[in-house]
């Protein structure tokens, strides 16, 4: 699961220990089209044209990251980079976006129940200062992810490995009671909470990547949260990059790591990450020839540009889902009537309808795609209801409803939705909204810290199971940013996770989302589609359902 700053879709010091510099070859080839400045004008060789003939990948990458700390992180410019710089036990296969690749681990077997995975790791694997990557190290990792210290956002995607809720919630001290074992060198067990056939495509998220043992105590403590270890000169990862440059709202520069136990078989010899916040002057510098990939279109271009440059325009429907998260704590949300009502009031039809920009209305917090599981369809706007429902709850026609706010993190698209949002409410129930934007980092704070009325939310999957969303709304959840608590609703995810019989357990979940949705502690919006631009010269892209590319398999055409 992971946080999307931008439709389409979100550290740093000291330590002993350094990645070599960029090699000559690199240096001198992103010297030469940086310096030269090179434009699209006349015909003459852009950056881009200069910088895929050097096998550098230039990215438009939305937000600067908040972190590079595999652990850390929940954004999507975040976990874009991280997944260069870091590897798991297994990678997306880029070609079907339920299916793993061998990554560290080069082969594993599980049990009949889907409760014990053994896992056998390639002896080549290297971190990127030359020490092998061990099973030990895994568990460090997870030892790491899950110490209640850290604070870790996503340590609940780990609480399906046996007592690590409980280690993690601080019910436990002794982490040789959690259910991750290293009985060698190259192998690691884990032993789950419950079933879980849908294992390895978690595992190829950043939450349960390893991290250099080494590198970390350089730079503090494991449960630090403010430890600098992830940063350009002390981050040593296993991944098939280093991370070179970190120049803050400027640029990250990764170069290919020479220790991945795959280098040879990956084409890129970098990637520069830009971070352009706003989609118009993004598009810019893809037409001017300064990116090879944007995040995304601005409303309104996608046809013109899909007339001008029909090879380059992408579209991509992600499982992702476009919430607004009510602060249930206080009042008013603290009245079922008030979220109810809002909820009713507003028309997702006309809401996509007016944003052109792909989307489709969605009524549950699962989006639709997911095999089996009936999503929630988009309901009718009831504004005869919702008005009833405020008047009940002390506010007629709106009068004397408190002045509210919705927190969007700084993104036109973001700030139009809530616009749109807003003018519905006010023209339907007479209540003013305001809206409120954020730089990315300040917002991950004020929504991680409850300090907000309105959040905009947006969740995209790692994996093919309703869970990856219902268990966010748990009570205490680490992502329940909303403060929504109901022991009924936790007790049916919790059966649903013992049923290994698929169609019973999904019907539990259906179950669960109901009864979350019938007490609306999130107001569901819209599905997530991605279109971008693409070079038509980048290969081996692939197909993604969040956003997340493997880069190791990505190259330039060569004509």
């Known amino acids: 699961m992971r946080r999307e700053p931008a439709l389409n879709i979100p550290w740093l010091l000291q330590g002993d220990i350094s990645i070599p510099k960029l090699a000559s070859n690199l240096v001198l080839a992103l010297g030469l089209f940086l310096a030269l400045g090179l434009s ?6 852009t950056k881009a044209d200069q910088a895929a003939q050097n096998g550098i990948l230039i990215i438009g990458n939305g937000a600067d990251p908040k972190t590079l700390d595999p652990h850390l992180l929940i954004g999507m410019p975040e976990a874009n980079i991280v997944s260069a710089l870091s590897e798991g036990l297994v990678v997306p296969d880029p070609d079907s976006v339920n299916e793993v690749r061998p990554g ?5 077997v599980h049990s009949s129940d889907f409760r014990r995975w053994t896992f056998h790791l390639r002896k080549d694997a290297r971190w990127s200062d030359g020490t092998p990557v061990t099973a030990q ?17 996503g340590a609940d995607l780990l609480h399906v490995i046996r007592n690590a809720r409980a280690f993690n919630r601080g019910e436990i001290d002794d982490f040789g009671q959690v259910g991750v074992a290293a009985p060698d060198t190259h192998r690691l067990e884990l032993t789950l909470e419950y079933p879980a056939p849908y294992l390895l495509p978690m595992l190829a998220g950043t939450n349960f990547f390893p991290v250099n043992r080494a590198a970390v105590e350089a730079g503090g403590d494991m449960g630090d949260s403010q430890n600098r270890w992830a940063s350009a000169g002390n981050y040593v990862g296993n991944g098939p990059f280093l991370l070179s440059e970190w120049h803050v709202n400027r640029f990250i520069l990764l170069e290919r790591n020479p220790q991945y136990w795959d280098a040879a078989n990956v084409a890129l010899n970098g990637i ?8 118009a002057a993004e598009v810019d510098a893809f037409l001017k020839g300064e990116l090879h990939v944007t995040q995304t279109i601005p409303e309104g271009s996608v ?12 579209r991509e429907d992600m499982l992702g889902a476009y919430v607004y998260t009510l602060n249930v704590r206080s009042p008013p949300f603290d009245d079922l009537r ?10 997702r039809t006309s809401l996509v309808n007016e944003l052109k920009s792909g989307q489709k209305p969605i009524g549950g917090f ?8 009936d999503a929630v369809p988009a309901p009718a706007p009831n504004l005869a209801a919702a008005r009833e429902l405020l008047a009940q709850a002390g506010y007629p026609g709106g009068r004397g409803f408190p002045r509210l706010s919705v927190l969007v993190n700084r993104y036109p698209f973001h700030e139009t939705v809530a616009r749109i949002v807003t003018r519905q409410w006010q023209d339907g129930l007479g209540i003013k909204v305001s809206v409120q934007a954020e730089p990315w980092k300040d917002y991950l704070d004020s929504t991680g810290d409850g300090d907000f009325q309105i959040a905009r939310s947006g969740w995209v999957a790692g994996y093919y199971d309703p869970g990856t969303f219902l268990d966010i709304m748990v009570t205490d959840g680490l992502n329940n940013e909303s403060g929504w608590s109901d022991p009924a609703y936790d007790a049916l995810l919790a059966k649903a996770r013992q049923t290994a019989d698929r169609p019973t357990r999904l019907a539990l979940m259906r179950e669960a989302e109901d009864m979350m949705l019938a007490q609306q502690p999130v107001i569901p919006l819209m599905n997530y589609s991605q279109t971008y631009l693409l070079d ?3 290969k081996g892209w692939g197909n993604s359902i969040n956003g997340n590319h493997v880069y190791k398999f990505i190259s330039f055409a060569t004509n």
Not at 139 to 150: A, D, K, N, Q
Not at 303 to 314: G, K, Y
């Open 104 to 108: 560290v681990a080069e082969r594993w």
């Open 272 to 279: 520069r990450f830009v971070p352009i916040e706003d989609p």
């Open 536 to 538: 038509p010269r980048v």
């Open 137 to 153: 190290d895994f568990v460090y990792g997870f030892h790491r992810m899950l110490t209640p210290e850290l604070g870790a956002e």
């Open 303 to 314: 046809a013109e540009l899909t007339r001008t440059h029909p090879d380059s325009v992408m």
């Open 338 to 347: 008030v979220r109810k009502a809002l909820a009713l009031a507003i028309d």
């Open 40 to 45: 699209a004008c006349g015909g003459q060789t």
């Open 366 to 373: 699962v989006p639709p795609g997911i095999p089996g599981y």
